[in-house]
């Protein structure tokens, strides 16, 4: 059966620090993957999708960037941290249609 | 691809069933309806997709209008775990569908 991993499920990171979110599928190959990010109150918004490997497109301008070094294996990432960055990152997958698996998200806090 | 509105929040009894109603009049003849639901603090979760016919599931039913430009996904014997914010997504489907997720409705069991 398939499944998505996605960790760390808590984070602190202080502005201006580095980022590293990863998000990682089983059971499945050639998935699309998305990343998104879902502030306070606020609706979910897709940051980034790949439909294979080293092909990432951006939704959005930002700090942030994707990429994707396997199959099945999807890097959220930023060089420096912004206080804005804080909230609920989500990955997902999907294959041949818009039946979406997501992941248990990562709840990023920027101090 | 084409809007939806739903209303912000409903309130539904333990037991009774939850009728959540969803406008998409711009929709197009090749997109699909598509349910999601978020509970609070984890990744959205697939609930049923439809293109003209109704449909059924474990979780629920999609009820699509003739003229296709409204759904309503019923939910037959609310529990109190059903709470949670409901999504309805028009799309295509075709490579990498990018699910754009607007505000839902907020749908509260009430014991």
């Known amino acids: 059966s398939q499944t998505i991993h996605q960790w760390p499920a808590t984070l602190v990171q202080p502005v201006g620090s580095p980022l590293s979110l990863e998000c990682t599928v089983e059971g499945t190959s050639n998935p699309n993957l998305y990343w998104y990010r879902q502030a306070a109150g606020r609706g979910l918004q897709l940051l980034f999708y790949?439909?294979?490997?080293?092909?990432i497109s951006s939704e959005v301008p930002q700090n942030l960037s994707a990429s994707r070094p396997q199959d099945r294996q999807f890097i959220l990432s930023s060089k420096k941290l912004l206080l804005s960055d804080s909230g609920f990152y989500l990955c997902?997958?999907?294959?041949?249609?818009?039946?979406?698996?997501f992941g248990s998200g990562t709840r990023l806090t920027v101090v | 691809d084409a809007k939806t509105t739903q209303p912000p929040s409903m309130d539904c009894a333990e037991g009774r069933a939850a009728n959540l109603p969803c406008n998409h009049s711009?929709?197009?003849?090749?997109?699909?309806v598509y349910w999601y639901r978020q509970i609070h603090s984890q990744g959205p979760q697939y609930i049923i997709h439809?293109?003209?016919n109704n449909e059924t599931n474990e979780m629920a039913s999609l009820i699509i209008t003739e003229d296709r430009k409204s759904s309503t996904l019923i939910l037959p014997h609310a529990t109190l775990r059903d709470t949670a914010v409901y999504y309805c997504?028009?799309?295509?489907?075709?490579?990498?569908?990018?699910?754009?997720f607007g505000q839902g409705t907020r749908l509260t069991i009430n014991p």
């Open positions: 439809g293109l003209k």
């Open positions: 997504i028009v799309t295509l489907i075709q490579g990498a569908q990018k699910l754009v």
């Open positions: 711009t929709i197009s003849g090749n997109e699909y």
């Open positions: 790949s439909v294979g490997i080293g092909q």
């Open positions: 997902a997958w999907s294959v041949t249609d818009a039946r979406y698996t």
